[in-house]
């Protein structure tokens, strides 16, 4: 999607996002929730500091992850990025003093390298031309600081009510699905060790009563979304990027990957 279409349907996003999700019975900020909580306890097991952190929420849109970011990462510096300025325009009078603002001009992200503790995108990845994920998962590395966490929540191609859902949607008209496989191996050839894949949201509304058996099925490839997380190692090794890893677009790319030609993303 391109920026012109985030904006076009950026004032209307909530209503359109409830709408679609009523098979669930949850709301946007239900599926927001249930994300930042799940960052969160992935970080305590990891006993990682979760004190001051940098945060960055990519692909940010009108706020929605602002509220419960503010709520489990009470002193965190949260910096919201987006291509859609109108989105962010909405984010910032719901948010004013919640976050810093960032717009987006392209594949190189605006930040100087180690910048972040924590890289955050939610159902993001599947309005991007896939072979431009590369780079944009390269680029969440190069900004995270060493130990640093990235976490991708996307929609689970496998589940039957996702994929009704996405093409019902209006802001999902040109959107792709993004496997779980895949996305694992995408944040390996960026450089993230042995990437984790969780999957979440088994039960809609009307079995709900069941939700607390979902930590016991995370395994299963079913639920409605899933989420991959990486972490940045301590010490740094250059990436050997294969030109077979994955079908990117062109050598540019591939060069863009291997960090040779940052310039121009």
Not at 237 to 251: D, E, H
Request: net charge positive; hydrophobic share 40%; glycine share 6%.
């Amino acid at each position: 999607m391109e920026k012109a279409e985030f904006d076009k349907f950026a004032e209307h996003y909530l209503d359109i996002c409830a709408r679609n999700i009523r098979a669930w019975g949850g709301t946007p900020d239900f599926f927001a929730r249930y994300k930042i909580a799940d960052v969160r306890a992935e970080m305590e097991r990891a006993a990682a500091g979760l004190e001051h952190l940098k945060i960055l929420d990519f692909g940010s849109g009108i706020g929605t992850s602002i509220p419960p970011f503010r709520a489990l990462f009470p002193n965190a510096k949260i910096v919201c990025a987006d291509v859609s300025r109108q989105s962010l325009d909405i984010a910032q009078s719901r948010f004013p003093d919640a976050a810093e603002y960032v717009e987006l001009h392209s594949n190189r992200l605006p930040f100087d390298d180690e910048t972040f503790d924590l890289v955050f995108t939610a159902c993001v990845f599947h309005h991007i031309d896939h072979a431009e994920l590369p780079v944009l998962i390269s680029e969440m590395r190069r900004v995270l600081k060493r130990n640093g966490f990235c976490f991708v929540f996307e929609h689970n191609p496998w589940n039957p009510l996702t994929v009704r859902a996405v093409n019902n949607c209006p802001y999902d008209e040109n959107a792709r699905l993004v496997g779980s496989g895949k996305m694992r191996r995408l944040l390996s050839a960026a450089g993230f060790p042995s990437p984790r894949i969780v999957y979440r949201v088994f039960f809609p509304q009307f079995l709900a009563m069941l939700r607390p058996l979902e930590r016991l099925l995370t395994g299963l490839p079913l639920g409605a979304q899933y989420y991959a997380v990486g972490r940045k190692p301590d010490v740094l090794v250059r990436q050997k990027v294969s030109s077979n890893a994955y079908p990117m677009s062109s050598k540019k790319h591939r060069r863009q990957l291997a960090g040779v030609s940052p310039s121009g993303l």
